[in-house]
């Protein structure tokens, strides 16, 4: 479903709607560009990667936002998608509205029109938006217009709500110029009175000086038994005065009416923020694929400016959004980590379509766009429709590790909370994920050298210079600094000895680079309020959640930011989603467990065991059970403990 803003409020009531009883809800976006003056290396931190992002993305739009919401159908065992393709612009319907600057990447503008993304639909009908905080702005100028218009007073744009100046209540000198203007409007209302006929006037539109002229005039010579009232016209940009006989009391609810209507528009105005309400409110598990630059995104246009701490940050993240899962985390880690070759989402997609993967049946409601009919990579409806389905697909092959193995793995599941909250890092080699619930990974760099050298340097000019110690890897910063990573991580130690001084480059180790540019710290985190109360549904034979090492750690709330989730008040939500927001409380993972252990525990006597049969964990890569449990009994998958 194509949404702009002549549809745009029926679709919201539509999505508040089945987003109610949905399982789960996957999200997508298109840009008018990725980076501007700094891009990301393959050695940045989570620190890093969000600085630079911040910095050197946010000045580009998200144009294009796809949300699309799965239902399962138990009943046909089959997932019900409802798409939905918003088009998002910043116009400023409101005079007081903020008008935009961005930024285009001409690579990124190319790349969406080369797969037929409609930039007229973008532009000419794009749902405007207003951040709460604006939002709230223009209502209080809106309130405090009408509190002065109420007065007789003019009202300043950007007037203070608390002082009105000395100049602004003394009436307006009218220029010589203007003076038959003014003799006009008041002939023009002089017959108008006399008419009794007519109850409304419609002066000529005017510019805004003349319309105060008018109101001081109108107001001066006739004190009561008229309503002005400032209209627009069928062309916008023309606005007029309209003039109605009215009563003391006519005029107070005619007031009241124009209040409620301004208001109303304000309301129209912040557009597709409600969207993101929507999203937030309902606490639902949201699905991205590489998605951290989709969220920054998302909460940079319509919720708040992002925060300069990383730490910041990932609390308003969790504030906004309790349960993200990011599907290129999950395809890169284990179990997929080696079954995968790319994690493109597209070839993610295709491939998650093999065999060896139990892909669900899912089916798009009628009244919507059929994606499975045809491919619109990067359509961000499509992009969001085929994320849901590689999550759904990941989701139930874990399923076939237990024993008996379960066919379907409900979003709700405790075997994916390993992935929950856990943005990609992409292209960074040995820290793949953003944890936004707990610390991130903190990997020994001790082969990793920073390089500085002359402008001139190429690539050949740093292979020779470590040419000692074998194979490297460069990740450029900028034309003068780089990263150098050894593959033989055993010659580390001899570098800074091997490696004669010179004045034409430097040399040292990435620890002594941090100590000079060092990371923010990393605070005790606890999990947030509403994910703490959640309870999870885990397959019958599983009594605690697999740990790989995934430190979810705790995630200390969002520093006294309210939440509004409420999800699982709703008596119509899905059962599974219901019995995840009701019911005991879960243990959170430990922090300090080793890299990617993940632990199966046999089921209690009485749930699903009947027979009293030994309950082992499943055949894997063509090991026996006791040879995949050898040196860990209770592993549920053999998983690498660096990476």
């Given amino acids: 479903m194509d949404v702009t803003k002549t549809n745009f409020k029926s679709a919201c009531r539509i999505l508040t709607d089945v987003i109610k009883h949905s399982s789960f809800v996957a999200i997508d976006g298109e840009f008018t560009g990725l980076h501007n003056y700094v891009n990301p290396n393959a050695f940045d931190t989570p620190t890093d990667?969000?600085?630079?992002?911040?910095?050197?993305?946010?000045?580009?739009?998200?144009?294009?936002?796809?949300v699309c919401v799965f239902k399962y159908d138990g009943k046909n065992s089959r997932y019900v998608a409802h798409p939905f393709n918003f088009y998002v612009f910043p116009r400023p319907t409101l005079r007081d509205a903020p008008d935009q600057r961005f930024l285009c990447q001409s690579s990124s503008i190319d790349f969406l029109a080369s797969h037929g993304f409609d930039f007229n639909k973008v532009f000419r009908e794009g749902i405007p938006y207003l951040t709460p905080s604006d939002k709230e702005r223009m209502l209080e100028l809106v309130r405090e217009r009408h509190n002065m218009h109420e007065q007789g007073l003019p009202a300043p744009p950007e007037a203070s709500p608390a002082f009105v100046s000395p100049a602004a209540k003394k009436p307006m000198e009218i220029p010589e110029k203007e003076k038959d203007f003014v003799n006009g409007v008041i002939k023009l209302v002089e017959d108008f009175i006399n008419d009794s006929g007519k109850q409304t006037l419609s002066l000529e539109p005017c510019n805004g000086f003349r319309r105060k002229l008018t109101y001081q005039a109108v107001r001066s010579k006739f004190t009561s038994g008229l309503h002005l009232d400032t209209q627009t016209g069928e062309n916008k940009n023309e606005r007029f005065i309209m003039i109605r006989k009215a009563g003391e009391e006519d005029q107070k609810k005619l007031e009241q009416q124009r209040l409620k209507s301004d208001l109303d528009e304000v309301d129209d105005a912040?557009?597709?923020?409600?969207?993101?309400q929507i999203l937030s409110e309902s606490g639902k598990l949201i699905i991205g694929h590489n998605m951290l630059l989709d969220i920054m995104h998302t909460l940079h246009q319509f919720s708040c400016p992002l925060p300069e701490s990383l730490n910041e940050f990932k609390a308003l993240a969790t504030c906004v959004f309790p349960k993200l899962i990011d599907t290129k985390v999950m395809a890169s880690n284990q179990p997929f980590k080696n079954m995968i070759p790319s994690t493109a989402l597209n070839d993610l997609w295709k491939h998650l379509d093999g065999n060896q993967f139990n892909k669900p049946q899912f089916e798009v409601a009628q009244n919507y766009t059929d994606y499975n009919k045809s491919e619109q990579f990067h359509d961000a409806g499509y992009d969001a429709f085929i994320t849901g389905q590689c999550f759904a697909t990941m989701a139930n092959y874990l399923g076939t590790f237990m024993s008996p193995p379960q066919k379907r793995v409900s979003p709700s599941s405790q075997l994916l909370e390993p992935f929950l909250n856990k943005l990609c890092m992409f292209r960074v080699q040995d820290i793949p994920y953003m944890n936004l619930t707990g610390k991130d990974l903190q990997p020994s760099r001790a082969h990793v050298f920073h390089v500085t050298f002359p402008q001139e340097w190429k690539g050949s000019d740093l292979y020779q210079l470590f040419g000692d110690f074998g194979p490297v890897y460069i990740g450029w910063i900028d034309s003068t600094t780089a990263f150098v990573s050894l593959s033989n991580q055993d010659r580390a130690d001899s570098v800074l000895k091997g490696i004669e001084p010179s004045p034409l480059y430097q040399v040292i180790s990435y620890k002594q680079y941090r100590e000079q540019f060092p990371d923010d710290p990393q605070p005790e985190l606890e999990i947030p309020a509403p994910y703490h109360?959640?309870?999870?549904?885990?397959?019958p034979d599983i009594k605690s959640p697999p740990d790989?090492?995934?430190?979810?750690g705790s995630?200390?709330?969002s520093r006294g930011v309210k939440r509004h989730h409420d999800s699982g008040?709703?008596?119509?939500?899905?059962?599974?989603?219901?019995?995840?927001?009701?019911g005991k409380k879960h243990k959170p993972m430990d922090p300090n467990a080793k890299p990617f252990v993940s632990r199966i525990t046999p089921p209690p006597a009485e749930q699903d065991?009947?027979?009293?049969?030994?309950?082992t964990p499943k055949k894997i890569d063509g090991a026996s059970p006791n040879e995949s449990t050898k040196k860990h009994p209770d592993k549920l998958f053999e998983e690498p403990t660096t990476w």
């Fill in 270 to 276: 912040s557009g597709f923020a409600r969207v993101i």
């Fill in 609 to 615: 065991n009947k027979d009293n049969k030994e309950i």
């Fill in 533 to 539: 109360e959640t309870a999870t549904v885990a397959p």
């Fill in 548 to 552: 790989t090492g995934y430190d979810a």
């Fill in 569 to 582: 008040d709703s008596t119509d939500a899905d059962r599974e989603v219901a019995e995840l927001m009701h």
């Fill in 555 to 557: 995630s200390k709330g």
């Fill in 49 to 66: 990667r969000y600085h630079k992002l911040r910095q050197g993305s946010m000045d580009f739009l998200l144009v294009q936002f796809g």
